[in-house]
């Protein structure tokens, strides 16, 4: 895996925090935020970020991307946490691209992600 895919999915990390999977994963997060960055009062204060503030989570993947990129063996615990969590985070990255263009003749058209199940017209 590689690290900047891995810091896409850390910046999806706290839009799935809603969900159990997602907390893990953002907690996960921010666990190898915290031990990159060592100890002490004010490193706890800067690596709780709030997931639903958006500010917040700039600043702290900023700060992961930063490490990551300077730091070989941190760029590779980042891209560990990603593989592990990846699958519970895809679904805030998934996105359909569909293209009807040129001369095409279209009855009826749906757009959509994965379908589990019949669809009827």
Partial sequence: MDVEYALTLASAA???AV???GQS????LVA?????AGRGDDVAAEFE???SDQAEVRVFTGRIAERAREDEAFAAELCGWAEEHEVALQVNLRQVH???AGSARIGRLVQTG????????
């Fill in 14 to 16: 706290s839009a799935g």
């Fill in 19 to 21: 969900t159990a999977a």
């Fill in 25 to 28: 994963a953002w907690q996960g």
């Fill in 32 to 36: 190898l935020g915290r031990r990159a």
């Fill in 49 to 51: 970020p709030d997931p």
């Fill in 98 to 100: 569909n293209t009807v």
């Fill in 114 to 121: 994965d379908v589990h199940g019949d669809v009827n017209l």
